[in-house]
């Protein structure tokens, strides 16, 4: 095996500058790939964290059919004790009710039709980003006081401030008219112009009250500590709603099936984009090997009749070209991982991608972020098809005669 | 013997290159591929960005708006303007106009007996309005407005879903007056219709301009001019002279500053277009060098026998330029033949419904039409060409400057 080795290692230098075109085009694919293989991988791992954190949560309990129909009446009954089994179950404080609503939403001077979300105070902080994002007054005081907390965006077109109040029309649980006042007591700036634009929130309590729900709420959710083990705590979840069989949970895939499939689209058109480079590397180490097979004709069938077996030649070549590939996939991940290292630390931005960032919850510049994963995946697959691309010119001495082969020019 | 005339140079760079048939067949592979690759999936994404564009546009709507100066931060009731008058309706009567609205767009709460939704209420002229935004394909049952005075209501099919309402029954609509007093009035729907990008459904419900002025005590305001010029790429051509027409009591702004997420996608596709032809042939130009390299490698005495004969080293030079660009004209001749024969088959659209939510994010819709560019075409082909003989240059000029005594010894 180590004499295979070093002549292959030596064949590889007899052509220096063929030997590194070749081994260039790996490294620059190599670049290229890691450099946006680590990229997407980040920005996917952002875009979910960003989204669900503000809002949605990692998963939701609801009652069958909410989430494809949202409608008032497919509430969940006695809400706030489910919370508390729920919570008691996972040993996880991350889990809180919600309730919502349509109401028109009136200041002095202004008057909006908004989607009105009654949350529990103690426990809304610690599955949502919002109540963090409060930068004019601060949170609830209590589970039934008569408060709101809304969007900057959305207190400036309704030209509120801390302690002006509002008023609250809309249909409670039964279809019944619904009114009721609230006093703003926090505003808040999540930089999501569609939240700061539309969110309300009340306390559960007067919720309940104002809407005619009798304990009721719409969904619970629940954060679990880490998006791989959504999976686990949903089984778990799922224990407790064994008496409420009208109830579901729904993870982040169903709740938000548009970020999976952005994501997915996405991961899809980038493999295209990937596969091509990776092809015309093969072409490249196809190229290469089929020439060193063609160049060495002579010398093989020598070998040949002083009986070397064609395996051996055979795996002389794929030898050659693990060497070159592997040296390919080393210097190729090595300039990947410095650029990206370094991108990952001062961050870059391309002109237009403040819009795009916006539009998936992502920051304005970009933090590509390196990983076992995202290092080894695209160099890897490089390397296999390079090995690959070889098997051709292997197969090829299998054929040759060593005495036309002695003679050939 | 001076330098060889040009059909010479063509001949022997013709056979050289079928000499060592199988290298330049999978180069050949290899360009045919790059050339495929960029062309192809450039075309795929033009046809999402413009997919993108024109469903955003239509939903704008119109490539031009005009609104009261802060109606687009707070698009109240009270930000309203008069109807367009004299000086903007001549104006609009340019050849590049080719349609335009006026519409009364605020918020409002839509209600049935069974549930109540926030909606955005749209004040139309039917006549109009079906020129610059509404399709009226997408209508699935009953009918759209007849007139601005139509007394019926239009919803998307998703909202009369929600609302668990349906064709003939009475809906709610309440929004505010300008002096906010709650505005409200009983709509009949007359008609639901299907929207492409399903999110609209669940937005906007259409009633007649003057009804809904009277909703809100209006008079005769309304709260944007919608135009609609038909190509999106030459907006500036006729922005000037409506933005002079309509005053500077009024905001008028292309649609790239309306939505700047539309604007930037623009933008970011030309930049998206070129890096990619660009990367492409990089990974390609490693292996066009290498074969180049290796034909010079191989023929080193024969050149240096050449020069010895007295073929000047500029007729060397040109003779593997030449070989470089008979290799790239073949390719992209055969790269363009083969992403035209594979996008001709799919101008029907692709289907990508199983990603349809994901892509209605990024604004696009279910079925994927690529769009192929001449533009795109060209820019690829040059790109192909020019970098290409740039990077033979060195093969070639190493090949040139041979000393033909050391070349002829060489083994």
Known sequence: MTITLRMAWRNLWRHKRRTWLTVGAMIFSNLILVFSISLQLGSYQMMIDNSLKSYTGHMQIQREGYNEEPKMRSSIDAIISLAGRVRDQLGNESVAARGVAFAMTSSEERSYGLQIIGVEPEYEPKVSTLPGLITRGGYFTGLNTEEIIIGAVLARNLRVGIGDELTLLGSGHDGSFAAGIAIVTGIFESGIAEIDRSMAQLPIGYFQDLFGMEGRGHNIVINAADLSEVESAKQSVSSVLKDRDELVVLDWELLQPGLKQAIQADFTSAWFMYGVLIVLVAFSVLNTQLMSVLERTREFGVMMALGVKPARLGSLVITETAVMSGLGLAIGALLGIVMTWYLSIVGFSYPGMEDMAERFNLPDRMYPSLSILSIMLGPSVVFVFSLLASIYPAIRLFFLQPVTAMRAV | ?411
């Open chain 2, 1 to 411: 013997m001076s330098g060889l005339p040009l059909k010479a140079i063509l001949m022997l760079a013709w056979r050289n290159l079928w000499r060592n048939h199988r290298r330049t067949l999978i180069m050949l592979a290899a360009i045919t591929v790059g050339v495929w690759a960029m062309i192809f999936m450039t075309a795929l994404m033009r046809g999402m960005v413009d997919d993108m564009l024109l469903n955003g546009i239509r939903g704008l709507p119109g490539e031009v708006q005009i609104h009261h100066p802060d109606y687009r931060d707070d698009p109240n009731v009270n930000n309203s303007m008069p109807a367009p008058h004299d000086a903007l309706l001549s104006a609009m009567r340019v050849p590049e106009v080719t349609a335009w609205t006026s519409r009364v767009r605020v918020p409002a709460v839509i209600s049935s007996e069974r549930d109540s939704r926030g909606v955005v209420l749209l004040g139309v002229e039917p006549q109009s309005e079906v020129k610059v935004s509404f399709d009226l394909e997408t209508i699935i049952e009953g009918r759209f407005l007849e007139d601005s005075s139509d007394r019926g209501l239009v919803i998307g099919a998703k909202m009369a879903d929600r609302l668990e309402t349906d064709l003939g029954k009475r809906v709610v609509v309440m929004s505010q007056d300008p002096d906010n007093n709650i505005a409200d009035r009983g709509f009949r729907i007359v008609g639901v219709y299907k929207a492409k990008l399903a999110s609209l459904e669940e937005t906007y419900i259409y009633g007649g301009r003057e009804t809904v002025q009277k909703m809100l005590k209006l008079g005769n305001s309304v709260s944007e001019v919608a135009i609609s010029g038909g190509d999106y790429r030459n907006v500036d051509r006729w922005l000037g002279g409506i933005q002079q027409a309509a005053g500077n009591d009024v905001e008028t702004l292309p649609w790239y500053e309306i939505d700047t997420y539309l604007g930037s996608m623009l933008a970011m596709m030309d930049g998206f277009v070129l890096v990619w032809i660009i990367i492409v042939f990089l990974a390609l130009s490693f292996g066009l060098v290498n074969t180049l390299v290796m034909a010079v490698f191989e023929r080193v005495r024969e050149i240096g026998l050449m020069q010895a004969l007295g073929m000047r080293p500029s007729t060397i030079l040109y003779q593997i330029l030449m070989e470089s660009l008979l290799l790239l004209l073949i390719g992209l001749a055969l790269g363009n033949a083969i992403a035209v024969g594979t996008i001709i088959p799919l101008q029907g659209g692709i289907d990508i419904s199983v990603v349809a939510e994901g892509m209605e994010m990024m604004g696009t819709s279910s079925m994927l039409y690529p769009a192929l560019k001449l533009n795109d075409m060209i820019l690829a082909n040059l790109i192909v060409i020019i970098l290409g003989l740039l990077t033979s240059i060195l093969p070639a000029w190493r090949a040139a400057s041979y000393n033909p005594i050391e070349a002829l010894n060489k083994t």
